[in-house]
């Protein structure tokens, strides 16, 4: 047997960096699989203790839980279905873990001060944007690497739609096709209520995005063009 204080320092090591994901998705059985063992209540409630044992204990490589969508594909749902299930459902637990009063600012500052790189084999983490246009994990560490990936993909795009400026967006993407403007029409879809949306503290941004400085570059210079095609279109300035 080993001495408590010992095994608890080994316990406390090892939390930080076993890696792993708890298959423990409910929402996507009761919809797509009819697998369910306890109450979707029930069950919710295990998801958000398992939440609050890793931000307490600082496990920081083994997720939660993997929101899964393929399995609502396999039951019939059509690829847009599929995309509006998986991600209400990723609403929801994030909704309910806050529920519960858990800190999204410290799960980020945490996230942020692990500085946990991007693994090769996964598909979602650091850097995502970037990953998913063709940058490597270990590319995106490298400042030099990452500039040279946006000048090219700057070439490449003629415009880049940011979020923030959907409308404005919009306008630009009708000039450059020659749309007619009275032809672009857009719906929106799981939009979350301004009651839902969490407030992200200053603090915790910063740690964000020192973290994940290679997408904040991104997105930076992106948001920076469309402002300047902002300012110099003719048909914003009359719209």
């Given amino acids: 047997m080993l001495p408590v204080n010992i ?13 792993g994901t708890v298959q423990a998705d409910i929402l996507k059985e009761d919809q797509a699989q009819n697998t369910c063992i306890f109450s979707t209540e029930f069950a ?14 600082q496990v920081r490589n083994f997720y939660s839980v993997s929101i899964s969508g393929y399995h609502i594909a396999e039951a019939g749902a059509n690829p847009i279905t599929q995309l509006a299930f ?22 980020a500052k945490l996230k942020a001060a692990a500085k946990i790189p991007r693994e090769p084999s996964v598909v979602i983490g650091k850097n995502q944007q970037l990953w998913d246009l063709g940058t490597t994990h ?10 040279a990936k946006i000048s090219r993909l700057d070439s490449e795009f003629d415009l880049v739609l940011i ?17 007619d403007l009275f032809d672009v029409r857009y719906l929106k879809l799981n939009a979350r209520k301004a009651s839902k949306v969490s407030n992200i503290t ?38």
């Avoid at 991600?87 to 410290?106: C, P």
């Avoid at 964000?208 to 930076?220: G, P, Q």
């Fill in 86 to 107: 998986t991600l209400a459902n990723g609403f929801t637990y994030v909704e309910y873990y806050l529920s519960r009063g858990m800190d999204i600012n410290k799960f």
């Fill in 138 to 147: 270990l590319e995106m560490e490298e400042a030099g690497t990452v500039q």
């Fill in 7 to 19: 095994y608890q320092k080994i316990k406390k090591d090892t939390l930080k960096i076993v890696r």
């Fill in 163 to 179: 979020a923030e400026y959907y409308d404005e967006s919009l306008v630009l993407l009708a000039d450059i096709l020659c749309w």
């Fill in 44 to 57: 919710l409630k295990m998801m958000g203790d398992v939440q609050e044992y890793f931000i307490e204990k």
């Fill in 202 to 239: 200053e603090a915790a941004r910063g740690s964000l995005e020192t973290w994940l400085e290679a997408d904040r570059k991104l997105y930076d210079h992106f948001a920076q063009k469309i402002n300047r095609l902002i300012d110099r279109s003719d048909l914003l300035k009359w719209a």
